[in-house]
């Protein structure tokens, strides 16, 4: 049965240094207050896969936690660039971070292998891209029935994966809805996973469209996280802050401005809280 705990209680067991992290989530149910409790408890050498990193990696690399992103698409949504990330990679600050790209679908499917427990998947979609040569994960087959070139993508077993969702009850059965990308899969592919949720309840209902339960044999601990997927939303509990998303382009592009801002608001003053606004936190844009 997934353990109830806080999340600071959570993060220290399950993520240790060097651990490769999922933290997963499609436009909304990002895990924005396990990212950083992770920062705050200073997670070093870490392989981050995300099929589209944005403002939670972003924080992250600036902050000194990754060695490495596993990724499929990587920005700002809607606004532009990932200052820190770019930093990370041209100028080395505040180190290297090495780059391992792949298609959606090809990410993808490298967790629905690892969940299957299977050594590797088949996709058409490296095809005509270069980025067999650029990575050891994927490789060109033959089928064996037709003789058509396919690619292979190795199966992903992240030690940890980080998702939110809306509600889990007390036996840690977690219940999500809304637009879902490859939490599920996640969960499903790691040797360990932690699920903050908007709430803890005594009974799960029937969510929303699209609902999802990751029964408690799957995870290894819930956290309770009201507010905990901000800027992002959770549907049913909360809309996305549009304005932040806007705000952190300038936030990110200077060094010195946006370490002020992780320490004031991540750091020192984030602990148990949601992230805080552009406006609460007087860092709007220049």
């Known amino acids: 049965?997934?353990?109830?705990?806080?999340?600071?209680?959570?993060?220290?067991?399950?993520v240790r240094d060097g651990d490769s992290v999922a933290m997963e989530g499609f436009s909304h149910l990002i895990p924005f207050a396990a990212a950083h409790e992770l920062i705050r408890q200073g997670c070093r050498h870490l392989?981050?896969?995300?099929?589209?990193?944005?403002?939670?990696?972003?924080?992250?690399?600036?902050?000194?936690?990754?060695?490495?992103?596993?990724?499929?698409?990587?920005?700002?949504?809607?606004?532009?660039?990932?200052?820190r990330l770019r930093d990370a990679v041209e100028h080395g600050w505040p180190h290297p971070l090495e780059l391992e790209e792949h298609t959606h679908a090809g990410l993808a499917n490298r967790y629905v292998a690892g969940a299957s427990g299977l050594p590797f998947a088949i996709v058409r979609d490296y095809l005509g891209t270069d980025l067999e040569r650029r990575t050891a994960n994927v490789a060109s087959i033959a089928c064996p029935f037709t003789g058509e070139r396919l690619a292979a993508?190795?199966?992903?077993?992240?030690?940890?994966?980080?998702?939110?969702?809306?509600q889990a009850d007390r036996e840690g059965n977690v219940l999500l809805w809304g637009i879902q990308g490859v939490q599920k899969e996640a969960v499903l592919a790691a040797r360990r996973s932690l699920v903050t949720v908007e709430e803890v309840v005594d009974e799960l209902g029937p969510g929303g469209p699209g609902g999802t339960v990751l029964p408690h044999w799957v995870v290894t601990a819930v956290s309770a996280s009201p507010g905990g997927a901000h800027p992002s939303y959770a549907a049913g509990y909360s809309s996305r802050d549009n304005h932040f998303y806007q705000a952190w382009d300038a936030i990110s592009r200077d060094r010195d401005r946006f370490l002020a801002w992780m320490r004031e608001h991540v750091l020192e003053g984030g602990a148990g809280k949601p992230q805080a606004s552009p406006e609460e936190a007087h860092l709007g844009p220049a």
């Open 1 to 14: 049965m997934a353990e109830l705990l806080p999340l600071e209680e959570a993060v220290r067991e399950l």
């Open 153 to 166: 993508v190795a199966a992903l077993r992240p030690d940890v994966a980080v998702v939110h969702a809306q």
């Open 47 to 83: 392989t981050l896969i995300r099929l589209t990193p944005d403002l939670i990696y972003d924080q992250m690399i600036g902050m000194g936690c990754a060695d490495r992103l596993v990724f499929s698409w990587a920005g700002n949504p809607g606004v532009g660039s990932l200052h």
